[in-house]
């Protein structure tokens, strides 16, 4: 069983940065791929970023890419999502996920933390 513990979201204005965390626990992090996801109210939840196990591939939405970058610390089971330009279309709650396979879709996931609000003003 892995637990994901979110932190880091808050308010931010348009044009600023965030960076979320998520904290694993358990010692099978570094055979996890890992993603965040985002979901606004009243749209399904979508896929933000991944990162392959040992952190050496990284996949994004269109909408984010050029401005959210996803890396991983194994030695410290943490996956980090670092979003710079933020957006009011942005603003969500984002989801950390754990899973053997990873990519894009929820299939690839196992693990889900609770979710971190995220809430870009304009």
């Known amino acids: 069983q892995v637990q994901l513990v979110e932190s880091g979201g808050g308010l931010v204005q348009a044009g600023g940065s965030l960076r979320l965390s998520c904290a694993a626990s358990?010692?099978?992090?570094?055979?996890?791929?890992m993603g965040w996801f985002r979901q606004a109210p009243g749209q399904e939840r979508e896929f933000v970023a991944a990162?392959?196990?040992?952190?050496?591939?990284?996949y994004y939405a269109d909408s984010v890419k050029g401005r959210f970058t996803i890396s991983r610390d194994n030695a410290k089971n943490t996956v980090y999502l670092q979003m710079n330009s933020l957006k009011p279309e942005d603003t969500a709650v984002y989801y950390c996920?754990?899973?053997?396979?990873?990519?894009?879709?929820?299939?690839?996931?196992?693990?889900w933390g609770q979710g971190t609000q995220v809430t870009v003003s304009s």
């Open positions: 996920a754990a899973g053997p396979l990873g990519g894009s879709y929820y299939a690839g996931y196992d693990y």
């Open positions: 358990g010692r099978t992090f570094s055979r996890l791929a």
């Open positions: 990162v392959s196990k040992s952190g050496g591939s990284t």
